[in-house]
């Protein structure tokens, strides 16, 4: 997933570098799950690094669950979806412009199942933190940037605020994915103006509690339909069609 509008990353150090190249390779099926890497010293010549350089690399991967190293055997690339954790999954959202399109759209099917109950709990807990938060959506500049870091901001109080320091645990990771992904989002004047809508709903459910898990399930449903329509790698004929029907229910 390329895009133009994400932040620039900094220089790898060798190590870091080519623990991203061979994440790379792993997701883009040069190395699928199952099939074996090249030795050491193929690595190292191909990636341009040392020995040391490539061992390190190697054991970190090995660690977060992408890879299993046999002595004495070839390296195996593993079915990461079932042996990693969430040292994987962190590793994995820093590379947002690798992460296949499959994935992006895992992530946000899970945010709604993780996000419209940490928002309950949320405004059960600090509903004048949230409003006060909220208050800024009537200043908020139409950019990509300035959209991506209130809904992030917008998240991120949700979770602090929810009662339970395993969610925004849970949330960070996905910082670097969700700036990638927002930059991008936030560039078209649809996914701005369905954000709006949705900050209006949820600050008007402040005072109506029970509304609040819906509200935020309806704007996750509707991310997710405009993700679709303006990501040309997954579009489709009917995309259209839902994503205005999706933006009908929320008062656009």
Known sequence: M??????????????????????????????????????????????????PTIREALQRLANEGWISIRHGKATEVNDFWQTGGLRLLGTLVKYGEHLPESLILHLLDFRIIMLPPVAVYAVQHAPEKIREHLAGRHNLLQTAEAYTDFDWEFQLLLAKRA?????????????????????????????????????????????????????????????????????????NPETKEKTDATMERMGR
């Open 2 to 51: 390329k895009n133009p509008n994400a932040p620039k990353s900094q220089p790898f150090r060798p190590a870091q570098h080519t623990e991203q190249q061979l994440i790379t390779a792993i997701l883009d099926g040069t190395y699928p799950p199952g099939s074996s890497l090249p030795a050491e010293r193929m690595l190292a010549e191909q990636f341009g690094v040392t020995r």
């Open 163 to 235: 009662g339970n320091p395993i969610f925004p645990l849970i949330l960070n990771d996905f910082k670097s994915v969700f700036t990638t992904m927002g930059r991008f989002y936030f560039s078209h004047a649809t996914g701005r103006k369905a954000s709006a809508n949705y900050y209006e709903a949820f600050a008007a459910a402040l005072d109506h509690p029970e509304r609040i898990e819906q509200v935020v399930r309806d704007a996750m449903s509707a991310s997710i339909a405009i993700w679709k329509q303006i990501n040309p790698a997954i579009i």
